[in-house]
């Protein structure tokens, strides 16, 4: 019997005090089970039968769920040996009628009945797959899991709610549908009479007020059933007639254009020609003459045999194939990635025409969610690109699984031309393929199109590649077709081509031959288009205007004025963008919508990496804004915006904002000290985690989670643990290692040494005089020779090093009796705290206690006593350790012992100076600074900080009564 329909009720999910994984015998009888809460099942492996007492019977095979009412009995037994599934209870708590506004995403509200099916399986809702193991990696014994737990469960119930409410709409009984499915009832209704008469001169307003709701709750309702708003259904719907009428074959004259025009509904044939072009890339002409868009794209069979294979046949021609990065290695029917962070298969065949490559795709399941993508390779210089070659403008990226969390077809470093939510499970086989026709890329998910992007120019011609981001990733039955150029090609063929090879001066030459030749057409007005952007991109922009000037009032005017905001932006006249790239939005065709969004996501990156290098942020702000405002449906933009309010500590914004957008929400989270929330909700962000468990101090962690991950994403925190040695037999000449031991000089010898190694060297052995004088600009040259004011008017904004000159300067001030210099300088934001390097000894030791020391008694104590109750996982546990050590609260063994300890003897001389200075001990506390001195600059961190040493200088002096024989450092422009 069919499984029934089940209400959730109103409520807050709400973990029900047990869950846990059964590994059934072989000859283990069944079970009859009831319980008071829900009961929520996972079958991990094998298949499950529930019989309830009223004779329905649910099975569930493996990666399927079943959920079970409360008070519900019901016999469980395995259809087969080897039964083993998860099992959660959950209760729903009652909420008050007007919950916190911070839990309201997490209540069920009255009368919203979202019907549950009892069984489903994870291919039909994978984020409840992905919710539920995070749900399993929490142990209930864990210190300090309840909250956690609390938290998966809200995630998971979360994902159960959405996906049940989409089931519910195709699924429910009629008499317990909500208000808002009636809404959607009747909009159906509509729907089916505006597909049956297109033509009809269909008004909003009326339909809206036919429906008893407002014109907005009608695009709200139109756009979430159908992924578009009900003027673009309509629209959409009359060129689907056109394209019928397009087609129809009589015996009779075939109808014009104006008929065409007149029968779909359009009020001109203008208006029409200009709609179906920008919706279908062709003209209405082109097309009844068997352009673009006819049965020849719709119809894959012309495509012929494949031209190349992996692996290879007798009897079709064998490309080689080239590892570019990482590793694959060849088997009977593919091949498998073997390196971590990036493989990249290339066919070393240049393809000329419209091609296509297929495969099936295959994640191992040992590790998270990830890549089966495709690399289109506009560039025969590949070869020498290395790593560079993934973010390079002549690289698209179509790519199932980016960043393990969504699929879209990407170009530079962040540049998303289309978007999809989709994302591949691990253990499960794909059909992938992508296309390149002419200007479109599209790429396919098991027949279904998920990503699709149309280019300004031709996109073909170039290398087909194959990229995974972990090893074990299979890719079979690989096949790429290949149509050959056209025999008639366009009049613009040859400057075209000089176009794509950057000559732009014989491509502009070559344009207006062609506008000269056919003028007065509409093929004179493209050639003009794109002589005037040969010459724009040229530098010649005054030749480019008087050229575009020609067109104006044309179909192009929307593209010159794409480039104009371009021209605009390079120039930083913002005020001048912003108002028309809105103006431009607001009554610009769909693809010109579509390119717009692309631009300001290219502005707003920019923009967040300027931000992000020197603390500018109202431009950006004002970014952030036009998109929420004017486009914030165009997904493309999601990205960038999201790593925009990054840039701008906009952290909890974000998270609510773009949940989708993972990568970005596990940083905001760690940006927020919300760590164990990473590795709860993003298992399948392995980066992230990784970062979150070294950032917490539990490095040591990495090798049983992610073994994968062990190598190379694991060294920092096993240099913080101090396993330097180890480090070094695992990887001989590894930098950072070999400074830590205090072999910098091996480092400045080698000379395949990294610049960034080769500079901390160099600082560590006190030769940074030596550097390059490029390197005299970063923010440790500077810190190092002591420019205090020097680095903070260089990198005073920087998000990673923005404090650490401002505390130069409070240091300063402090050293010179100014209190109130000492505030101003060490003020930080809470939005700044956690994400700053070379941070915590000043902000949470030595700041509280210069204050202490201009006469903010209690200072210190104060300030560690707030970092042992709130700050217990910042900065790998060190500020901990440090405030636990003054205090008394740990000894020095304890403080020795943790677990990034590498450096701790060194932070433990200057918790030993301050604290027998609060104990008015001052020979004991110049002791502790003269021994902190004493140790080598490799034996305090992998990085050279000159601001405690300063602070040790300049207490001994102090402590000597200012007359000593002990003096500290000069330093420059303070």
Not at 662 to 674: F, K, S, T, V, W
Request: hydrophobic share 40%; glycine share 8%.
């Amino acid at each position: 019997m069919d499984a029934p329909l089940v209400a959730l009720p109103a409520g807050i999910p709400s973990y029900g005090g047990s869950h846990g994984r059964e590994a059934w015998r072989a000859d283990a009888p069944p079970v009859r089970r009831r319980c008071a809460d829900w009961l929520f099942h996972w079958v991990c492996h094998g298949e499950a039968h529930w019989e309830l007492k009223d004779g329905r019977r649910l099975t569930v095979g493996a990666d399927g769920f079943a959920i079970i009412p409360p008070l519900v009995a019901a016999t469980l037994s395995q259809a087969q040996p080897g039964l083993v599934l998860w099992s959660c209870q959950v209760s729903f708590r009652a909420h008050a009628l007007a919950p916190p506004s911070g839990l309201r995403g997490d209540v069920i509200a009255p009368g919203e009945q979202v019907l549950v099916p009892m069984t489903f399986t994870a291919e039909e809702a994978p984020p409840v797959l992905d919710a539920y193991r995070a749900l399993s990696l929490l142990a209930p014994t864990e210190q300090g899991a309840l909250w956690r737990l609390e938290r998966a469960v809200l995630q998971l119930m979360g994902e159960v709610a959405a996906f049940a409410r989409v089931r519910t709409r195709s699924r429910a009984p009629g008499r317990v549908l909500g208000a808002a499915l009636r809404e959607d009832e009747r909009l159906v209704t509509i729907l089916r009479r505006i597909d049956a008469d297109p033509a009809h001169p269909w008004c909003v307003e009326d339909i809206a007020h036919s429906l008893s709701i407002s014109t907005q709750r009608l695009h709200v309702l139109c756009r979430a059933t159908q992924g578009t708003g009900l003027k673009a259904y309509i629209v959409r719907a009359r060129l689907e007639l056109a394209l019928r009428l397009l087609r129809k074959r009589d015996d009779g004259p075939a109808l014009s254009m104006r008929e065409i025009s007149e029968r779909c509904g359009f009020a001109s044939q203008h208006f029409f020609s200009r709609q179906f072009r920008s919706f279908f890339g062709v003209t209405p002409s082109d097309h009844r003459a068997g352009g673009a868009l006819g049965e020849r794209e719709r119809d894959d069979s012309d495509w012929g045999e494949p031209t190349v294979v992996l692996p290879a046949r007798d009897d079709v021609a064998h490309a080689p194939w080239v590892t570019h990065l990482g590793g694959f290695r060849h088997t009977d029917d593919g091949v498998v990635s073997t390196a971590m962070s990036g493989d990249l298969l290339v066919c070393d065949r240049r393809l000329d025409g419209d091609c296509a490559i297929e495969f099936e795709g295959i994640l191992p399941t040992e590790v998270p969610s990830s890549d089966l993508s495709v690399f289109w390779i506009r560039t025969d210089d590949w070869r020498y690109a290395g790593r560079s070659l993934e973010l390079s403008p002549e690289v698209y990226r179509l790519q199932v699984g980016a960043s393990g969390a969504y699929s879209a077809i990407m170009t530079g470093a962040r540049t998303h031309l289309a978007y999809d939510d989709f994302r591949p499970l691990p253990g499960r086989t794909y059909r992938i393929r992508a296309e390149v026709r002419g200007n479109r890329l599209t790429l396919s998910v098991d027949g279904r199109i998920r990503c699709e992007h149309r280019g300004l120019f031709p996109l073909v011609g170039g290398h087909v590649g194959l990229y995974a981001f972990f090893p074990g990733v299979a890719f079979r039955d690989i096949r790429i077709f290949a149509r050959q150029p056209p025999a008639l090609v366009p009049a613009t063929a040859v400057a075209d081509h000089y176009l794509d090879q950057r000559e732009y001066a014989p491509a502009a030459e070559q344009y207006a031959r062609v506008a000269t030749a056919h003028a007065g057409t509409r093929l004179a007005q493209k050639a003009r288009y794109r002589q005037g952007l040969s010459l724009r991109l040229a530098g010649r922009d005054d030749e480019a205007d008087q050229v575009w000037n020609r067109i104006a009032g044309t179909a192009w005017d929307e593209p010159v004025r794409l480039h104009g905001l371009a021209r605009s932006f390079a120039a930083a006249r913002h005020d001048e963008v912003l108002s028309r790239m809105e103006d431009l939005y607001g009554r610009s065709r769909p693809d010109t919508r579509a390119q717009i969004a692309i631009s300001w996501a290219g502005y707003a990156s920019a923009l967040t990496d300027a931000a992000l290098r020197d603390g500018v942020l109202v431009v950006l702000e004002r970014y952030i804004d036009l998109r929420e405002r004017v486009f914030p449906e165009r997904t493309t933009a999601d990205n960038a915006a999201a790593e925009a309010m990054l840039a701008l500590g906009r952290f909890a914004d974000l998270l609510e904002r773009y949940p989708r957008q993972r990568n970005a929400c596990a940083r905001a989270l760690m940006y927020l000290g919300r760590e164990d929330e990473v590795l709860a909700q993003f298992p399948d962000q392995p980066i992230a985690c990784i970062e979150a468990l070294r950032r917490v101090g539990r490095s040591s962690e990495i090798a049983a989670r992610f073994p994968w991950f062990e190598r190379g994403m694991a060294l920092p925190g096993a240099i913080m643990r101090g396993a330097i040695e180890q480090l070094l037999q695992a990887y001989p000449g590894h930098g950072q290692s070999l400074i830590a031991l205090g072999r910098a000089h091996e480092v400045l010898a080698d000379p395949g040494a990294g610049a960034i190694n080769r500079m901390h060297a160099a600082i560590m052995l006190g030769r940074e005089s030596e550097l390059e004088p490029d390197a005299a600009r970063d923010v440790h040259v500077l810190m190092a020779r002591g420019a205090w004011r020097a680095a903070f008017a260089a990198h005073a904004g920087d998000f990673w090093y923005g404090m650490w000159p401002r505390h130069a300067l409070a240091l300063e001030a402090a050293i010179s009796g100014d209190a109130h210099g000492l505030r101003e300088w060490s003020h930080v934001r809470p939005d700044q705290e956690l994400h700053q390097e070379h941070f915590h000894l000043m902000h949470y030791l030595i700041v509280p206690f210069l204050r202490e020391v201009l006469g903010e008694v209690g200072a210190t104590c104060a300030a560690c006593e707030l970092v042992v109750c709130t700050r217990r996982w910042a900065y790998g546990q060190l500020p901990w350790h440090n405030a636990s050590r003054v205090l008394g609260a740990i000894d020095d063994a304890r403080h020795l012992a943790q677990p990034h300890g590498a450096f701790a003897a060194s932070d433990l001389l200057l918790c030993h100076g301050i604290a027998y200075e609060l104990a008015s001990d001052t020979s004991a506390a110049a002791s502790a600074y003269r021994s902190y001195l004493e140790l080598p600059r490799h034996r305090r961190g992998t990085a050279y900080d000159p601001l405690p040493e300063r602070f040790a200088h300049w207490r001994i002096e102090r402590l000597a009564g200012h007359g000593g024989s002990a003096s500290g450092p000069r330093t420059a422009n303070r």
